[in-house]
């Protein structure tokens, strides 16, 4: 398990662009990683996750919008986020796992029935009209 902070949330207008960070405290457990987010009294949702190989995975509302990279020299996870809308408002997490299985690219989380072991402690992101 692997401690995550996540960084660079905040309030925009709509069409606006912000970059969320995610510094990992060590590499163990990182193989995958990826961005969810959930609004009040809505359920988790994944939106990108990339594994070691640079493979990404994106859910569709944010495709073309949205870029996730990671800095393996830094330990750090990255969401490029573009052309903002209200609709993007929520709290966003960072996870990571070991994902021996992959990942599975409906959900965006770890393969065969596992779920990401380490999970951040959110970032909001507003997004006005």
């Known amino acids: 398990q692997v401690q995550l902070v996540e960084s660079g949330g905040g309030s925009v207008q709509a069409g606006g662009s912000l970059r969320l960070s995610c510094a990992a405290s060590g590499y163990a457990n990182t193989r995958c990683m990826g961005w969810f987010r959930q609004a009040p009294g809505q359920e988790r949702e994944g939106v990108a996750a990339i594994d070691l190989l640079v493979s990404t995975y994106y859910v569709d509302s944010v495709k073309g919008r949205f870029t996730i990279s990671r800095d393996n020299s830094k330990n750090t996870l990255y969401l490029q986020m573009n052309s903002l809308k209200p609709e993007d408002t929520a709290m966003y997490y960072c996870?990571?796992?070991?994902?021996?299985?992959?990942?599975?690219?409906?959900?965006?989380?770890?393969?065969?029935?596992?779920?990401?072991?380490?999970w951040g402690q959110g970032t909001q992101v507003t997004v006005s009209s």
């Open positions: 996870a990571a796992d070991s994902c021996p299985y992959g990942l599975d690219r409906l959900t965006l989380r770890p393969a065969r029935r596992r779920d990401f072991s380490s």
